[in-house]
Nanobody, 121 residues
Framework: VQLVESGGGLVQAGGSLRLSCTAS????????MGWVRQTPGKQRELVATITSGGGSTNIADSVKGRFTISRDNAKNTAYLQMNSLKPEDTAVYFC???????????????WGQGALVTVSS
């Protein structure tokens, strides 16, 4: 399973960005998708997750009310809508996908290449 992330960039404080993460491959099923962000000198922070079917989401307290996660199952794609961005949201955002490889019946846990989000004050 491979992941492609898109949507990072530079935005002024108060602005919005949307990140996308698309999984591709053959014979796999996704159980959960989400994003983790990393800032130099800080620990990785789990930002948001969404389970299969979009039935359950988890949003970090630091972004609750500003960020929304959703997914399009038909496209194997998750979206992170980021509104009211703050300079402290500046980070590299890594998409993470967990699922099952139906060819091998093995679980997988893969990461995207990362998307840089820079919020200027």
């Amino acid at each position: 399973v491979q992941l492609v992330e898109s949507g990072g960039g530079l935005v002024q404080a108060g602005g919005s960005l949307r990140l996308s993460c698309t999984a591709s491959g053959s014979r796999f099923g996704i159980t959960a998708m989400g994003w983790v962000r990393q800032t130099p000198g800080k620990q990785r922070e789990l930002v948001a997750t969404i389970t299969s079917g979009g039935g359950s989401t988890n949003i970090a307290d630091s972004v609750k009310g500003r960020f929304t996660i959703s997914r399009d199952n038909a496209k194997n794609t998750a979206y992170l809508q980021m509104n009211s961005l703050k300079p402290e949201d500046t980070a590299v955002y890594f998409c993470n996908v967990k699922g099952v490889d139906h060819a091998t019946s093995r679980l997988f846990d893969v990461w995207g290449q990362g998307a840089l989000v820079t919020v200027s004050s």
